[in-house]
């Protein structure tokens, strides 16, 4: 865009400004917006406005894997109210999933409600069973959902009053991850779909090791030894089959627990993360995977 033109004043235009106050000196910064077809503004092209068509509610705007057909009245009614509407445990947990999916920043305002909820629902062992796989399956299926699914898997192993003799949610989660972890060494030489599978286990059971929490006898706080030490062998079934997504969900693992893990070891005079770096520094020298 080019500067309106100044025009230099005549006789007319000075009489006019000393009749108006202006003062004599500033004349020339004065300029003259309308003196002819010369000195019209320049006209700016403006685009036609874009509309489009597509709903806040297409499925672009939602994650892979995602229902798109939660339960509306999270956002429209009372707790209590949506409760009612439920015909099973199934339905109520998985749209609150979902709920969770679409607005993780309701967490802290919904998990107390959900979790009295549950606690009036979930009273036999084969309901507490059906809980825990519905969030391991959230947690493992829908991407970003790993870190949001150990908040809630902390949360509910609290504040979850029933605890029958199969083992209380907590244990029951860990039963759960641990037919996944004894399966390492065939999931990471499997095909595409069966090593995607695993990994995004890998990364929930590195959440879950960062988020939950067991309380010892004297109220100190700490995380689970045996996620610890299953996070070391999932790294090491990682490392023995270098293929290229393997390594990435190695590097995803590292990146996410990587500071934590080192530290815990150090603790107890461990070197196993001495260890894993010269498997890395051996795998950089491996021209089978990508450089």
């Given at each position: 865009?080019?500067?309106?033109?100044?025009?230099?004043?005549?006789?007319?235009?000075?009489?006019?400004?000393?009749?108006?106050?202006?003062?004599?000196?500033?004349?020339?910064?004065?300029?003259?917006?309308?003196?002819?077809?010369?000195?019209?503004?320049?006209?700016?092209?403006?685009?036609?406005?874009?509309?489009?068509?597509?709903?806040?509610?297409?499925?672009?705007?939602?994650?892979?894997?995602?229902?798109?057909?939660?339960?509306?009245?999270?956002?429209?009614?009372?707790?209590?109210?949506?409760?009612?509407?439920?015909?099973?445990?199934?339905?109520?947990?998985?749209?609150?999933?979902?709920?969770?999916?679409?607005?993780?920043?309701?967490?802290?305002?919904?998990?107390?409600?959900?979790?009295?909820?549950?606690?009036?629902?979930?009273?036999?062992?084969?309901?507490?069973?059906?809980?825990?796989?519905?969030?391991?399956?959230?947690?493992?299926?829908?991407?970003?959902?790993?870190?949001?699914?150990?908040?809630?898997c902390n949360y509910l192993s609290h504040h979850l009053t029933i605890s029958p003799q199969s083992g209380n949610f907590r244990q029951l989660l860990l039963q759960r991850c641990r037919t996944e972890y004894e399966n390492r060494d065939e999931a990471t030489k499997g095909d595409e779909?069966?090593?995607?599978?695993?990994?995004?286990?890998?990364?929930?059971?590195?959440?879950?090791?960062?988020?939950?929490?067991?309380?010892?006898?004297?109220?100190?706080?700490?995380?689970?030894?045996?996620?610890?030490?299953?996070?070391?062998?999932?790294?090491?079934?990682?490392?023995?089959?270098?293929?290229?997504?393997?390594?990435?969900?190695?590097?995803?693992?590292?990146?996410?627990?990587?500071?934590?893990?080192?530290?815990?070891w150090k603790e107890k005079g461990k070197n196993d993360m001495e260890e894993m770096i010269q498997r890395i520094e051996n795998v950089v020298l491996d021209a089978n995977c990508s450089r």
């Amino acid at each position: 865009l080019r500067p309106p033109k100044t025009a230099p004043l005549g006789t007319g235009m000075a009489d006019h400004l000393q009749k108006t106050g202006i003062p004599s000196g500033s004349q020339d910064k004065v300029s003259v917006l309308d003196s002819g077809p010369e000195m019209a503004e320049p006209q700016l092209a403006v685009d036609p406005v874009v509309t489009s068509n597509l709903s806040a509610k297409a499925p672009e705007f939602y994650p892979s894997g995602y229902n798109q057909n939660f339960n509306q009245n999270f956002t429209d009614s009372s707790f209590e109210d949506r409760c009612d509407g439920y015909l099973s445990l199934a339905e109520y947990v998985q749209d609150f999933l979902n709920h969770l999916t679409e607005q993780p920043g309701c967490f802290e305002t919904e998990i107390e409600q959900f979790a009295e909820t549950l606690n009036g629902w979930v009273i036999a062992d084969e309901a507490l069973q059906e809980l825990v796989e519905l969030i391991y399956q959230q947690a493992t299926s829908v991407p970003n959902f790993s870190y949001m699914g150990a908040r809630l898997c902390n949360y509910l192993s609290h504040h979850l009053t029933i605890s029958p003799q199969s083992g209380n949610f907590r244990q029951l989660l860990l039963q759960r991850c641990r037919t996944e972890y004894e399966n390492r060494d065939e999931a990471t030489k499997g095909d595409e779909t069966t090593r995607k599978q695993f990994h995004a286990f890998v990364l929930f059971l590195a959440e879950l090791y960062l988020n939950l929490e067991i309380k010892g006898t004297k109220g100190q706080v700490t995380r689970a030894e045996i996620l610890q030490e299953g996070l070391r062998e999932l790294l090491n079934a990682l490392f023995s089959n270098p293929v290229d997504s393997n390594l990435i969900c190695a590097v995803k693992l590292l990146k996410l627990t990587g500071s934590v893990l080192e530290d815990a070891w150090k603790e107890k005079g461990k070197n196993d993360m001495e260890e894993m770096i010269q498997r890395i520094e051996n795998v950089v020298l491996d021209a089978n995977c990508s450089r």
